[in-house]
């Protein structure tokens, strides 16, 4: 059991995370990852099911846009996900002068954000559609797209001692360490500031060293019909069930 429990606490320390920035659709975390297996991750986002409009039945459309490019802007909108649901239906019926929100469609599920600007429609003019709503994937369609994964390396960036005050004033909130006569400045935020160490560095002729980390900074943004926890994991588990896929075909053979 021992021996147990030193392996799983050398797997979580191989892969350690830590928080830098989190807001309500949006996370940024620095991870000790492989490029390799984050970027496998970042590829699988757009295998996470989706709720979106897949076709839509426009009856009346007396705005100054065509039915394709409503049918186009109604497809985008992110609508909430709700496990119990694989199909649903929506209306929209407005005889008002007026822009057109999302969210004065209304059904079985509702759109993420209400103001989402659809088109315009003047005095005694309508609009009238409904919709059908599946799930999907975003490698079909970038309307079944969840959110978005990208990441940067950690770099850490090494200047001379004179320089950091005006490397503090600069990035203020940068990690900065003495070494000797050195500073080293860790870019592990949300921000880079490798770009501005450099250009301190030259313009004081006595230059910096940039290191590449293997430790990265990734940031999951979420489109808001899943949290980009979520994303993360759901992203996760679809690359587990293809990979157990192709682990059953290879043991056939």
Known sequence: ??????????????????????????????????????????????????????????????????????????????????????????????????????????????????????????????????????????????????GMIYYRNVVEITMDKDLKELVRNACPNAEIKEKGSKITVVDNGRKEVVDICERIGSESGKGAEVEMKNDLVITIESFGQISPEEIFKKSIEELEKDLEIVSKKVDKE
């Open 1 to 146: 059991m021992a021996g147990q429990r030193n392996k799983a606490e050398e797997e979580e320390e191989e892969y350690k995370m830590k928080i830098i920035e989190k807001n309500e659709n949006q996370i940024a975390f620095e991870a000790t990852m492989e490029d390799s297996l984050a970027n496998a991750i970042r590829r699988y986002v757009n295998h996470v099911p989706i709720l979106a409009v897949d076709e839509i039945h426009i009856s009346k459309n007396d705005s100054p846009l065509y039915d394709e490019t409503v049918a186009h802007r109604v497809g985008l909108i992110p609508l909430k996900m709700e496990k119990s649901k694989k199909e649903a239906k929506l209306k929209l019926s407005v005889n008002k002068s007026g822009m057109v929100y999302s969210g004065e469609m209304k059904g079985d599920i509702k759109p993420v954000y209400d103001n989402i600007p659809i088109t315009y429609i003047d005095k005694e003019q309508e609009m009238e559609f409904e919709a059908t709503v599946k799930s999907g994937i975003g490698s079909e369609h970038s309307k079944f797209s969840p």
